[in-house]
């Protein structure tokens, strides 16, 4: 009889589950192209490269995100957009990642606007979310509490109308990196050419919304965000990177979990569907794509074009943490946490392990990167210079220094850092916090050593003066990470 009751139970509480039919196609023909294939410019464009990787955090990361491409758009440097002219890469994660498909797929104009039409707005529109509600709950601790016709839809209506990794490729200059976690593997899942070259799948008819959405899936908010594996109906063969990240000893570990990943996506025996949840759980900054780039060209430059990588000369890489709050409330009794507080308590302290190492490992990353880039630049022959560059007037193989930095709210004082992590990690937020939010993302950007000292680095003090003059304060120069040659 117990057993019985036990098994009707959990048959009921599997009913109650919200389900996710596959969002994507099988591609039949050839491999899947570039996520952009930007052509060089003039000589003399393209020597300072931007690259910005969004956090995790709802709604309070979207904000955040956008708040710092404000900074970044007021910077005094003689363009219409200031530095958002520069951004040739954007990472997004949850949250994050919303900000950064809008500003991939429509560049600096796409922020135009941005808050009133997704920010003070009710993303939680389709969704089941009240605590109050018994069949929300057991919804979410049978699955998820809601599908992907949720938030998605609501991302499609309010930003990207239909728009689709194809659209991406054809519009924009801008790589962009939308970031997932893979369940079953528990990996972070990369919405790229080579991630759907493995599942035999065509990533250019994916929309937009469907990808950050399940770089939002929140456990127990949603059901996981489900993608087939079309083995067999393309002509795939693993590519020698692949082969090579898998069985290098000297490969990093997040590297050849990757790889294997990749390897059961083409085997049925192991992968059918493919699960997608939260892509803050593995990897919360979304920096995955460098060491997948680096690995998949086998070159120095990579994520860099060639003569992306000559033309360069200061290059600035931004993570925005837009914080996770912490919750002691039941840290101050013996009781506890327990139900659906533990699993989000569980899930919370995934997110924040995978936010400090993913950080670390991304700063190595960078600065082996620099090396390596300068090593190759000056190994190039001349010939080869002005083929890239367009001239070999002004060439200095070593001028080149990347700063990587932080945007948190931690350079914030103590009191708006209170309030602010007080904000809940929810695609719903007061107009009031939004602002608070966009605010700080703006003044932590500004204050940030990494970002001040790349402005130094190309505009000498003019920069700084006027930059200082817009934050009410003189910026002094900065520290950086960058490895001189």
Same mark, same amino acid.
């Given at each position: 009889?117990?057993?019985?009751?036990?098994?009707?139970?959990?048959?009921?509480?599997?009913?109650? @589950?919200?389900?996710?039919?596959?969002?994507n196609?099988?591609?039949?023909?050839?491999?899947?192209?570039?996520?952009?294939?930007?052509?060089?410019?003039?000589?003399g464009?393209?020597?300072?490269?931007?690259?910005?990787?969004?956090?995790?955090?709802?709604?309070?990361?979207?904000?955040?995100?956008?708040?710092?491409?404000?900074?970044?758009?007021?910077?005094?440097?003689?363009?219409?957009?200031?530095?958002?002219?520069?951004?040739?890469?954007v990472?997004?994660?949850?949250?994050?990642?919303?900000?950064?498909?809008?500003?991939?797929?429509?560049?600096? /104009?796409?922020? #135009?606007?941005?808050?009133?039409r997704?920010?003070?707005?009710?993303?939680?529109?389709?969704?089941?979310?009240?605590?109050?509600?018994?069949?929300t709950?057991? #919804?979410?601790?049978?699955?998820?509490?809601?599908? =992907?016709?949720t938030?998605?839809?609501?991302?499609?209506?309010?930003?990207?109308?239909?728009?689709?990794?194809?659209?991406?490729?054809?519009?924009?200059?801008?790589?962009t990196?939308?970031?997932?976690?893979?369940?079953?593997?528990?990996?972070?899942?990369?919405?790229?050419?080579?991630?759907?070259?493995?599942?035999?799948?065509?990533?250019?008819?994916?929309?937009?919304?469907?990808?950050?959405?399940? @770089?939002?899936?929140?456990?127990?908010?949603?059901?996981?965000?489900v993608?087939?594996?079309?083995?067999?109906?393309?002509?795939?063969?693993?590519?020698?990177?692949?082969?090579?990240? =898998?069985?290098?000893?000297? /490969?990093?570990?997040?590297?050849r979990?990757?790889?294997?990943?990749?390897?059961?996506?083409?085997?049925?025996?192991?992968?059918?569907?493919?699960?997608?949840?939260?892509?803050?759980?593995?990897?919360?900054?979304?920096?995955?794509?460098?060491a997948?780039?680096?690995?998949r060209?086998?070159?120095?430059?990579?994520?860099?074009?060639?003569?992306?990588?000559?033309?360069?000369?200061?290059?600035?890489?931004?993570?925005?943490?837009?914080?996770?709050?912490?919750?002691?409330?039941?840290?101050?009794?013996?009781?506890?946490?327990?139900?659906?507080?533990?699993a989000? @308590?569980?899930?919370?302290?995934?997110?924040?392990?995978?936010?400090?190492?993913?950080?670390?490992?991304?700063?190595?990353?960078?600065?082996?990167?620099?090396?390596?880039?300068?090593?190759w630049?000056?190994?190039?022959?001349?010939?080869?210079?002005?083929?890239?560059?367009?001239?070999?007037?002004?060439?200095?193989? =070593?001028d080149?220094?990347?700063?990587?930095?932080?945007?948190?709210?931690?350079?914030?004082?103590?009191?708006?850092r209170?309030?602010?992590?007080?904000i809940?990690? #929810?695609?719903?937020?007061t107009?009031?916090?939004?602002?608070?939010?966009?605010?700080?993302?703006?003044?932590?950007? #500004?204050?940030?050593?990494?970002?001040?000292?790349?402005?130094?680095?190309?505009?000498?003090?003019?920069?700084?003066?006027?930059?200082?003059?817009?934050?009410?304060?003189?910026? /002094?120069?900065?520290?950086?990470?960058?490895?001189?040659?």
């Amino acid at each position: 009889m117990i057993r019985s009751l036990t098994l009707a139970a959990l048959g009921l509480l599997a009913a109650c @589950s919200a389900v996710n039919a596959p969002i994507n196609r099988a591609l039949h023909d050839g491999a899947n192209p570039p996520l952009v294939d930007p052509a060089p410019g003039p000589p003399g464009e393209d020597e300072l490269y931007v690259g910005l990787a969004f956090s995790g955090g709802g709604m309070r990361a979207s904000a955040f995100a956008y708040g710092m491409a404000e900074a970044l758009r007021e910077a005094p440097t003689g363009t219409p957009n200031g530095l958002l002219d520069n951004v040739r890469l954007v990472s997004g994660v949850s949250g994050g990642s919303v900000t950064a498909a809008q500003l991939g797929l429509h560049g600096p /104009a796409g922020l #135009r606007g941005y808050r009133e039409r997704y920010l003070v707005t009710d993303a939680e529109t389709y969704m089941a979310n009240s605590p109050l509600n018994p069949l929300t709950i057991v #919804r979410g601790l049978s699955g998820g509490a809601n599908g =992907r016709a949720t938030f998605a839809r609501y991302l499609d209506e309010t930003l990207y109308h239909g728009a689709t990794f194809g659209d991406l490729r054809a519009r924009s200059r801008v790589k962009t990196w939308i970031n997932a976690t893979d369940m079953a593997n528990r990996t972070p899942f990369l919405f790229s050419p080579e991630t759907f070259d493995a599942l035999c799948s065509d990533l250019s008819s994916l929309p937009l919304s469907e990808a950050v959405a399940a @770089s939002a899936a929140f456990p127990l908010v949603f059901s996981p965000i489900v993608l087939e594996a079309h083995q067999g109906e393309c002509a795939y063969a693993e590519p020698d990177w692949l082969t090579a990240a =898998r069985h290098n000893p000297e /490969a990093t570990a997040a590297m050849r979990a990757h790889a294997r990943a990749l390897e059961s996506y083409a085997d049925p025996a192991a992968v059918k569907y493919v699960k997608l949840l939260d892509g803050g759980i593995t990897d919360n900054f979304g920096t995955t794509g460098l060491a997948v780039e680096r690995a998949r060209a086998r070159a120095a430059y990579a994520p860099m074009t060639p003569a992306e990588a000559v033309r360069l000369k200061r290059l600035l890489f931004l993570v925005a943490n837009a914080g996770v709050e912490v919750d002691y409330g039941w840290t101050q009794k013996i009781p506890g946490p327990g139900g659906a507080q533990l699993a989000m @308590s569980i899930a919370g302290a995934s997110l924040g392990a995978a936010t400090r190492a993913g950080y670390d490992a991304m700063r190595g990353e960078l600065r082996r990167w620099q090396e390596d880039l300068v090593e190759w630049r000056c190994a190039l022959p001349p010939a080869e210079v002005r083929r890239l560059r367009g001239t070999a007037a002004g060439w200095d193989c =070593r001028d080149v220094k990347l700063f990587v930095g932080e945007v948190s709210f931690e350079g914030l004082d103590p009191e708006a850092r209170k309030a602010l992590n007080a904000i809940p990690t #929810r695609l719903r937020l007061t107009p009031d916090q939004v602002d608070r939010v966009i605010a700080a993302g703006r003044a932590a950007t #500004r204050a940030s050593a990494e970002f001040n000292g790349f402005l130094h680095s190309f505009g000498g003090d003019a920069v700084a003066e006027r930059m200082a003059a817009q934050g009410g304060r003189r910026i /002094a120069p900065a520290r950086t990470v960058a490895v001189t040659p």
